[in-house]
């Protein structure tokens, strides 16, 4: 298994710029989720999935959009990138709910200028 | 909301030193994980404990619900531990959301 794999690695983007970041699994996972690390921080929640057509927000949803479209992938969306968006993104994934152990993928490190 | 800390924020110890970093949190949570954030930035999973005692290796981390508190253990040190450890307490009713501490900076010198 390759595991949750995250592309692009890194991406640079002009403020007001569009992109999506994307995130696959094939563990056949139903639990997805978007975080963001900020430096010296710990990672914080933006939007998480609990399975193919449903999707809900986290800690800090603002200025992003998800769907969930097949239990492999959890595409997240940046509809008009700002500075305030330079981040480390890590996407995870879990068999199940609560309980269940979250596995990372490598991240996306994001620069918006 | 739930508030997790860990201590100390930075460690720097000789290869073969013991540490221990705490993680202390402010409510009940449904289970807890200890990631190490290596130097690329690559969380791994390290241990996946709601309560009691696990060991890997040189690693060991006990949790204590009813106290709101879990302990890493890293024996004998080596300078590949070197990296940021966090603790994460898992919150929600039937959906899964982590909330992370901000990590401890540990490095080992040769």
């Known amino acids: 298994n390759a595991g949750v794999t995250q592309t692009p690695k890194f991406q640079v983007l002009k403020t007001g710029q569009s992109m999506t970041l994307q995130c696959a699994q094939d563990?056949?996972?139903?639990?997805m989720s978007w975080y963001r690390q900020d430096p010296g921080m710990g990672l914080r929640l933006i939007h998480y999935?609990?399975?193919?057509?449903?999707?809900d927000q986290g800690e800090v949803p603002n200025g992003y959009n998800v769907s969930r479209s097949t239990t492999e992938d959890f595409p997240l969306r940046l509809l008009s990138a700002a500075p305030s968006q330079t981040s480390v993104y890590f996407c995870?994934?879990?068999?199940?709910?609560?309980?269940?152990?979250?596995?990372f993928g490598p991240g996306t490190r994001l620069t918006v200028t | 909301g739930i508030q997790v800390e860990q201590s100390p924020p930075d460690l720097i110890l000789q290869e073969g030193a013991n540490s221990t970093l705490r993680c202390n949190f402010s409510?009940?949570?449904?289970?807890l994980q200890w990631f190490h954030q290596n130097p690329w930035g690559q969380l791994i999973n390290l241990f996946y404990?709601?309560?009691g005692t696990k060991q890997n290796g040189r690693l060991s981390a006990t949790t204590v619900a009813t106290e709101r508190y879990s302990l890493l253990y890293i024996s004998s040190s080596q300078t590949t531990d070197s990296g940021v450890y966090f603790c994460?307490?898992?919150?929600?009713?039937?959906?899964?959301?982590?909330?992370f501490g901000q990590g401890t900076r540990l490095t080992i010198n040769p």
């Open positions: 563990m056949n996972h139903e639990y």
């Open positions: 995870a994934s879990s068999y199940g709910g609560a309980g269940y152990e979250q596995y």
């Open positions: 994460a307490v898992e919150i929600g009713q039937g959906a899964q959301k982590l909330v």
């Open positions: 409510d009940s949570v449904n289970n």
């Open positions: 999935s609990v399975g193919a057509g449903i999707t």
């Open positions: 404990i709601p309560s």
